[in-house]
């Protein structure tokens, strides 16, 4: 949700205070349900537009009208060499319904971290965003973070930053090297959704530097997000991406990148990257996600689609000028049977000695790749209510890297759903 889009903080010391009503809404016929979801990350590192380091420990609950539900990640230290080096983190997202109505929250905690070689500091950050919605109708929501043993340029700074507050750093020159935001706080209310995300710091280079960083190169820690919805009569759900790659037991090696989500209750949202993979795998250049969902009294859709310019594995044993992975799914009217659509495609897709493979390749197509392992090209899987497409996936027949044998790699993503 850095969409669920990738743009994004909190601690249970941070802010103090009772959150005002947003917002009120009488209550709505029987037939009606509550809408939520909620998302956490320890870190976000892009150097140069491509993604170094995806959303780490992310923690995850989809558009869903089910509550009573907690989701937690952890990870190790993470390391990005001459950007950011950030601690173990645990992340969590939960939604609850009791007496009082309906909540959600999530919240990401990191251990050291230290940004621009020492430039940027804290012992430890924390960020939390928290929604509720009352029996009477009364939406609520807040954003807390705290950043322990914060220093920036070498001067300690509070624990609780003031929101939105900034800081630009300077080279020894007195040349722009970056700006440091702290605290980033959002709380509002669109269409029928009470939108809380939070980021506790945040690190953009702005300047020439010695550390060989791309001017626009980010750093993103302790990221925070929730949704809630006043009740509608139902919701939509997708997402999108354009590579990730994961362990033979499941567990996240390279994060989703360009990866963005459908408002589940209507709107849009995007996410581009100037080149995204797996590293040592897959390189791709420039990389787009965009999404639309809308959620009316009558119908419902939701719309996902991934560009990716050039995408080559394996420096290009598979390669492509472009790959589009594109999906919707409908409902006319309440009770319709939805209806899904795949617009997915290969252009230009050529598979070193396999040259009978060509952009007009069926639908879960099967094959082996010798040096590569099993591939599915244009993996297509639906249900009466969802559509789910890969356009690339491959598990590993032998060690790349850090990926073991077994791994799976994935490249174009999108799927839309309604619920």
């Known amino acids: 949700m850095m969409g669920k889009k990738l743009t994004a903080l909190l601690s249970a010391a941070a802010i103090a205070g009772v959150a005002a009503p947003l917002s009120a809404s009488p209550a709505t016929a029987a037939t009606s349900t509550t809408g939520v979801n909620a998302y956490a990350y320890g870190s976000y590192v892009v150097v140069g537009g491509l993604v170094r380091s995806g959303p780490t420990a992310l923690a995850s609950i989809g558009c869903t009208t089910a509550f009573g539900r907690t989701v937690t990640g952890s990870t190790a230290a993470v390391t990005v060499p001459a950007a950011a080096s950030v601690g173990a983190t645990r992340t969590s997202a939960s ?40 029996t009477a109708g009364t939406l609520t929501g807040r954003n807390q973070s705290q950043l322990v043993g914060l220093k920036v340029g070498g001067r300690a700074l509070n624990a609780v930053p003031a929101p939105n507050s900034s800081i630009a750093l300077k080279t020894s020159t007195g040349a722009a090297l970056a700006t440091v935001y702290l605290n980033q706080q959002s709380k509002s209310v669109v269409g029928n959704d009470l939108r809380i995300s939070t980021v506790a710091l945040r690190v953009v280079i702005t300047g020439q530097n010695s550390l060989g960083l791309p001017i626009g190169s980010s750093i993103a820690v302790g990221v925070s997000s929730t949704s809630l919805s006043r009740p509608v009569l139902g919701l939509v759900g997708g997402v999108g991406y354009s590579t990730s790659a994961t362990l033979a037991n499941g567990v996240v090696s390279t994060s989703r990148t360009a ?37 009316t009294a009558s119908s419902r859709s939701s719309y996902v689609k991934n560009t990716i310019a050039g995408p080559r594995v394996l420096s290009g044993l598979i390669s492509a000028d472009a790959i589009i992975a594109e999906t919707s799914v409908s409902q006319a009217t309440p009770g319709a049977a939805p209806v899904t659509t795949d617009s997915s495609r290969f252009v230009g897709l050529r598979i070193a000695g396999l040259p009978a493979i060509s952009s007009s390749v069926k639908p879960n197509t099967v094959l082996t790749v010798p040096g590569l392992g099993r591939v599915t090209l244009h993996k297509v899987v639906r249900t009466a209510t969802s559509l789910d497409v890969v356009m690339v996936e491959v598990v590993t027949d032998r060690v790349f890297g850090s990926l073991p044998t077994g791994s799976v790699i994935r490249i174009g993503g999108s799927a839309t759903s309604v619920l």
């Open 95 to 134: 939604t609850a319904q009791g007496a009082a109505g309906h909540s959600s929250r999530a919240s990401a905690t990191t251990g050291a971290v230290d940004v621009l070689g020492g430039l940027v500091r804290a012992d430890a950050v924390t960020s939390t965003s928290t929604a509720a919605r009352s």
């Open 259 to 295: 990866l963005a989500y459908p408002p589940c209750t209507g709107g849009a949202s995007k996410a581009t990257l100037a080149t995204a993979g797996v590293p040592g795998v897959v390189s791709t250049g420039t990389t787009t996600t965009e999404t639309l969902s809308k959620v």
